[in-house]
């Protein structure tokens, strides 16, 4: 399915990270925003409260956050491609809904300009701690898909992808950027809307009378029905059967829970996503992402002029995890060196995914500001003396 020229704004812009997410967010068909500003992420709901009158979207703001994301989940199964965004408390308010929207198998898109905390922290100022929130911040068994951008240009193109990942795997999907990337302005480059694919919602065909909104088949996705198609359907956060009436028992949550999880890890190979440079023959392999990613990149050059072999890897999606590929490089390297805005997240992935085969080294830094690169390069001399 091709995007919606109204919503497409094709040309060359140069757009801040936050405008670019709404521009992309166009682009993916969304039409209702709810929302709450708070910093760094308000340009984004500026942009689009902006906009939207263009292209015959429903912008709210909200009177919170959790209401912010109650709205977006309401308006989804109403037909809306729908999203929220937000920054620091306002994630920690929304994570409630998140599962909700989870539970419910909801097609969502959330994006978190992440800034220096915990609490109010750094309200301006960037920060990258909020990984381990995006994936399992709201309470029990679920997973969840996260991209994380670079640069204003994948903001918009993330953005989309988070869209189309939404719909096909029927789950709320995170956009995680950082306040550096939310306020750069760069050149963003946006293609006509017939070069833009969209991931289509996947609608139910049964008949009214046959119709059970959490049946599922082979790629364990339910097909969706949505408010005024004429059918009738139940919905509820409670542990649910096929029909989605509430069942309590543990019968039920074996059959739930597990499906909720498996629809995202067995598919992992269709969501991961990284790129990988130079990591043939490296002693020592950077692993970054965000504005963290940018500034490794210094580092790496710097290690280089001491011929030092350094190779980068740079995690475009952080959830689902690329843990074999992880793997299959920590066979052949002397070390990992995780650089990221934050004292160590990422960095348990990656010593877990290696498992002993190599060092696992992180290069942390506590927010506010981005890394010195000669303090990156100081771990990677580290990693490359590793015996």
Known sequence: MKAD????????????????????????????????????????AEHISERFPEVGGIFIQMEDEIAS????????????????VTSGPGISLMMENIGLAAMLETPCVVANVQRGGPSTGLPTMVGQADVMQARWGSHGDYEIIAYAPQSPQEAFDFTIKAFNMAEKYRTPVIVLLDECVGHMVEKVVIPPADAIELEPRRLTDAAKDEYLPYAYGDDLVPDMAIAGMGYRFHVTGLTHDERGYPDMSVRCQEWLVPRLVAKIRENADDIVDFDEEDTDGA?????????????????IDLAREKGIK???????????????????????????VVVE????????????????????????????????????L??????????
């Open 5 to 44: 020229p109204t919503g497409v704004r094709t040309g060359t812009l140069y757009l801040d990270g936050d405008r670019a997410i709404a521009e992309g967010a166009m682009a993916a068909g969304c039409r209702f925003f709810a929302g709450y500003p708070i910093t760094p992420s308000t340009e984004c």
């Open 378 to 387: 100081k771990v990677i001399e580290k990693g490359a003396k590793v015996k």
């Open 69 to 84: 994301i109650a709205a977006i989940i309401g308006a989804s199964w109403g037909g809306a491609r729908s999203m929220t």
């Open 310 to 336: 350094v190779g980068f890897f740079r995690l475009r999606a952080i959830w689902p995890f690329p843990e074999k590929r992880i793997a299959e490089l920590a066979k052949k390297i002397k070390a990992f």
């Open 341 to 376: 805005i934050n004292l160590g997240q990422i960095f348990y992935e990656v010593q877990r995914c290696a498992a002993g085969r190599c060092e696992t080294l992180l290069s942390p830094h506590a927010g506010g500001g981005v890394h010195d690169p000669e303090d990156i």
């Open 283 to 299: 002693d020592v392999v950077v692993l970054s992402f965000g504005i963290s990613g940018r500034v490794s990149r210094m580092a």
